[in-house]
């Protein structure tokens, strides 16, 4: 099964709305927005300007390189990697968000 395919899966069983083809998709539940992407097939990471919350879905080999790459370019927006291995997966990072001031 392809990485897009396996994501789709997962967030359908976490109980989201999947919406979208390709290898970047909608994932929505209650309030919350998630714009999912298998970056290494794109090969682009996406815009700030294309959602607040953004999670990335790589193969156990790649999650390091993807991780520095999120790092290096420090988007405007918050993010997750989620590392699937055969029918298993785990979110290897997930940074804070904003600090919000009074």
């Not at 700030?48 to 919350?53: E, L, Y």
Request: glycine share 8%.
């Amino acid at each position: 099964m392809r990485l897009v395919e396996q994501a789709r899966s997962i967030f359908a069983e976490l109980g989201y709305t999947v919406e979208g083809n390709g290898p970047e998709f909608r994932a929505e539940r209650a309030w919350k927005v998630v714009h999912v992407n298998t970056v290494l097939e794109t090969g682009e990471l996406p815009s700030s300007a294309s959602g607040q919350f953004h999670c990335f879905v790589a193969e156990p080999d790649d999650a390091d390189d993807l991780e520095a790459r999120l790092e290096g370019a420090n988007p405007n927006y918050e993010w997750a990697i989620m590392v699937v291995d055969g029918e298993d997966y785990q979110v290897e990072r997930a940074p804070p968000g904003p600090r919000v001031t009074a």
